[in-house]
């Protein structure tokens, strides 16, 4: 949803980097790009002129003055101010001391209520909550079915003694499940309410009854975030008309500028507090500002991956899998390789999963042009493979190779790309759980050839003789090997720091050579 105003801050700060001081007018352009990007993000024009002036000011301080790095600093003044003027503090659910908390849903038909509704029961059931779904829009063609449907799919009961499609007194719905939830011992109560076309007088005076009737210890404002600036108007009016305590936002995975997020909790003064990002019942959390900042700054969400991956990985699986890795817990298989390709499915899509990480952005082409089905298809050839093929990947030859591709449906060539890159893939994940570092990344240990020179040509490496060749006769070869290590054994043996040395070693001649330092020779007496 952040796609453009990501894109064009990267761009702004692009053109800070490598000044090592900024100039009234660096200042000046800075902020004018960053008013235009939020101009063209939909953000309501009192929040841009508040945040430009704010950041024009912090920038002109002495915080980018005398810092290192003043494009680094000015990049952290923005994720700062976009922090606040998105709430600032995650705000979390307060809940009731005595009886049923009673959560009351509010918003303008459309926007998602309904199917959030759900999505915030099944959020509260694993948090520990026994909640209850309550069907109080009885306006709406097959709403009250749409709430039993979304509650079976959860597995949350819902409460909807009348049919709903215009039968029905909400009022009397709404205060009679308070009742029902104490009667059936559930801690929650979440009241889902009609909406409208439009904001109009009939349904903030139904809000208003069901507010009274129930008291509810929170009211959520449900907003679509792709209205763009009609989301703050509408906000606003219910504001003023019902009242409510913090914001939802649905739809935030759609392709609209957002800029609704980011104007309604600075105009209203009410914190944004959950967020819905995916058609799932599960792509629904709390809203974290500073993380939300960090994604359009392209900064990443690790934290919110981190937290998903606790959810949905098995950790005896991982710890398993790990040991393997290690070489403490046998080989590490393509049947290890796919549960832990199914583990990450139970994340999301992966272009999800690659967004939350940092710099991603630069990729976000690739990322959206993803084809997800390629995972079913490495699930495919894998699942066509007998036992011994999966425990032992060296044995598939081109006999097995073509009969795995007919199985699955795929070409031998698919099937030849995904068994060499599995081999490769283990073998750096076994590196790196050693501790030998990644191979190819500069700065990490375990890798050779990161002194040379990255420009020009190679220097020229000697060449290396033929090794002895072994016989092809496993026993003889098996005898070549054990004498081989004999050697080697006792070349160790002879200079445990595997220089060269042994009985023919000249140490006069070779200490001779070493350039010593005047006078040293009293210390090897």
Request: contains cysteine; charged residues 25%; glycine residues 10%.
């Amino acid at each position: 949803m952040f796609a453009t105003l990501s894109d064009r801050l990267a761009d702004t700060f692009k053109n800070l980097r490598g000044k090592g001081r900024l100039s009234e007018a660096d200042v000046d352009a800075t902020a004018r790009e960053i008013r235009i990007a939020l101009l063209e993000a939909d953000v309501a024009l009192p929040v841009v002129k508040e945040f430009v002036a704010a950041v024009k000011e912090r920038a002109r301080g002495e915080e980018v003055s005398q810092a290192l790095n003043p494009a680094q600093q000015v990049v952290k003044i923005v994720n700062e101010e976009l922090v606040a003027i998105l709430g600032g503090e995650t705000r979390r659910l307060r809940y009731a001391k005595t009886g049923p908390t009673v959560i009351m849903l509010a918003g303008l038909q459309g926007a998602g209520k309904t199917t959030l509704a759900a999505k915030l029961a099944l959020w509260l059931k694993e948090q520990g909550k026994t909640p209850m779904l309550v069907a109080c829009d009885l306006q709406r063609p097959n709403a009250v079915k749409q709430l039993q449907v979304n509650g079976e799919r959860v597995g949350v009961p819902v409460y909807a003694p009348e049919p709903g499609n215009g039968v029905g007194d909400p009022v009397a719905v709404a205060r009679g499940s308070i009742e029902e939830a104490k009667r059936r011992v559930h801690d929650v109560v979440i009241v889902d309410t009609a909406g409208r076309l439009g904001v109009d007088a009939e349904l903030m005076q139904q809000a208003s009854d069901i507010r009274d009737a129930v008291q509810p210890d929170e009211v959520l404002f449900v907003v679509d975030a792709m209205i763009g600036q009609d989301a703050v108007s509408t906000a606003q009016a219910f504001l003023d008309g019902v009242g409510y305590d913090g914001v939802v936002l649905t739809k935030l995975d759609g392709d609209a500028r957002g800029g609704a997020a980011l104007s309604i909790a600075s105009i209203t003064g009410k914190p944004v507090m959950f967020a819905s990002n995916g058609e799932k019942m599960t792509d629904f959390d709390l809203f974290h500002p500073d993380r939300m900042a960090s994604r359009i700054l392209d900064m990443g969400d690790v934290m919110t991956l981190i937290e998903q991956a606790e959810k949905a990985f098995d950790s005896e699986q991982a710890m398993k899998a790990a040991a393997k890795l290690s070489g403490q817990g046998g080989e590490f298989t393509l049947d290890d390789f796919l549960e832990q390709m199914q583990q990450v499915r139970k994340l999301g899509s992966m272009s999800k999963i690659m967004g939350m990480l940092p710099g991603m952005g630069q990729f976000r082409e690739q990322l959206e042009n993803f084809d997800e089905r390629e995972i079913d298809r490495i699930q495919a050839i894998i699942q066509s493979m007998t036992p011994a093929e999966r425990a032992n990947p060296k044995i598939i030859d081109g006999s097995r190779r073509a009969r795995i591709a007919k199985g699955s449906g795929r070409q031998v060539s698919d099937v030849n790309q995904l068994v060499d890159r599995f081999f490769e893939a283990r073998k750096m994940m076994m590196q790196m759980a050693r501790g030998g570092g990644m191979p190819g990344m500069p700065g990490m240990p375990g890798m050779p050839g990161l002194g040379g020179p990255k420009k020009g040509k190679a220097k020229a490496q000697p060449k290396k003789g033929k090794g002895a060749k072994r016989s092809g006769n496993p026993a003889k070869a098996a005898q070549q090997a054990a004498a081989d290590k004999e050697k080697a054994a006792a070349a160790g043996a002879a200079n445990p720091f595997g220089m060269p040395g042994g009985e023919d070693m000249d140490y006069e001649k070779a200490a001779a050579a070493l350039d010593l330092p005047k006078d040293f020779s009293k210390f090897l007496k």
